[in-house]
């Protein structure tokens, strides 16, 4: 599977202390944005520069912090910072804080790397009790997956559906795209999966509903199939984690996955 690296720009971003008055801060995606936070909404990733920074201050021993935004699949504001005193990174995260701090859980961590895969940057926290802990994922393009083989090309895409007006609004749905990239005809259905990676395994999450018409779609090469998924679709609020579609394309009588998945996000499926 080929993928193409977005280079992510270095930017120092200025952050505001992470304890003060937040239950009166505006956390919509809009102000944690020009505040400088590193923002999550549902997967689209904005300031991702202030990770670079903090993990450039953290190897040159100089003190540092970095706060990170996510939302739960209410809309609330759920804050992860890492605060680094030029010897050890205190991490934190939580709800809004009422103004005592004892909604934090909190781990004390010796060291921070970066290390880039093929979709995504991951910074990780190291040193954490003779643990990691993964700080972030920041995927280097929202990209759609294909499959190549001998018999066909597919490709699955995931497109979040939001306020036209601004794209960073969250996301109420996804619209699930399969296209024939050449080769001979495709054959797909309506079925899909969402799944959910625990401790390396992806593991099938509960919809509300699994009873997908049986209906069977030729696609052409260059010609697409479109089905939309909601949350509600869900029997239970999805928790912060990775998760991936996954829809069965065949050609002729050779059957083989393909799927879209999204880097490490927070309280909804995300697109990567």
């Not at 720009?9 to 008055?21: E, H, K, N, S």
């Not at 995927?139 to 497109?159: D, H, S």
């Amino acid at each position: 599977m080929k993928s193409m690296r977005r280079l992510i720009p270095l930017m120092a971003l200025a952050l505001t202390a992470a304890c003060d008055g937040e239950a009166n801060t505006d956390w919509r995606p809009d102000a944690a944005i020009a505040r400088g936070d590193v923002v999550n909404v549902y997967g689209r990733i904005s300031n991702p520069g202030a990770l670079s920074a903090f993990s450039a201050s953290v190897g040159e021993h100089r003190a540092a912090i970095v706060r990170i935004v996510e939302y739960d699949a209410e809309r609330n504001p759920i804050l992860t910072t890492a605060e680094y005193d030029g010897q050890q990174i205190r991490w934190a995260r939580g709800s809004v804080d009422d103004g005592d701090g004892s909604w934090r859980t909190t781990t004390d961590c010796a060291g921070m790397e970066n290390r880039s895969g093929a979709v995504a940057d991951t910074y990780v926290l190291t040193g954490c009790g003779g643990a990691e802990m993964e700080l972030a994922v920041v995927p280097y393009r929202a990209m759609p997956q294909r499959i190549e083989t001998e018999n066909y090309a597919a490709e699955l895409t995931l497109l979040p559906v939001a306020a036209e007006e601004n794209i960073n609004e969250f996301a109420t749905a996804y619209d699930i795209v399969m296209r024939n990239l050449g080769g001979q005809t495709l054959e797909c259905g309506s079925a899909y999966s969402i799944e959910k990676q625990e401790a390396g395994t992806w593991v099938p999450v509960n919809l509300k509903n699994n009873a997908f018409t049986a209906d069977l779609h030729q696609l052409a090469e260059g010609e697409e199939y479109l089905i939309s998924f909601r949350f509600e679709q869900l029997k239970s609020s999805p928790q912060p984690g990775r998760y991936r579609v996954v829809k069965q394309a065949a050609s002729k009588s050779i059957s083989r996955p393909s799927s879209a998945s999204r880097p490490k996000s927070k309280s909804r499926p995300r697109v990567s």
